[in-house]
Nanobody, 115 residues
Framework: QVHLVESGGGLVQAGGSLRLSCAAS????????MGWYRQAPGKQRELVAV???????IYADSMKGRVAISRDNAKNTVYLQMNSLKPEDTAVYYC?????????WGQGTQVTVSS
């Protein structure tokens, strides 16, 4: 069983910043990918940023230069620092972990950016 617990969402004005955290627990190793997706109302869930098993990172083009994913291996935690937020970044942000071919999701944390 894998548990992903997100925190750090909230309401922020356009141009502001937020830092999301995701703590993973349970049978999580080996981690083949871990990171963040988001889903805006009426839209499909989309990639924001992930670490791959090789340690490299993949960022969504729409957020490159404005977000940074990082991790604390000792705490099995990944972070998403988001800067220069825009109203179109409003969404539920989900933590994601892939272990072999199994995919796991957190419960999601709401990020709302006001104009």
């Amino acid at each position: 069983q894998v548990h992903l617990v997100e925190s750090g969402g909230g309401l922020v004005q356009a141009g502001g910043s937020l830092r999301l955290s995701c703590a993973a627990s349970g049978t999580i190793f080996p981690i083949n990918a871990m990171g963040w997706y988001r889903q805006a109302p009426g839209k499909q869930r989309e990639l924001v940023a992930v670490f791959t098993s090789s340690g490299s990172t993949i960022y969504a083009d729409s957020m490159k230069g404005r977000v940074a994913i990082s991790r604390d291996n000792a705490k099995n935690t990944v972070y998403l620092q988001m800067n220069s937020l825009k109203p179109e970044d409003t969404a539920v942000y989900y933590c994601y972990l892939r272990r072999y071919e199994d995919r796991y999701w957190g419960q999601g944390t709401q990020v709302t950016v006001s104009s």
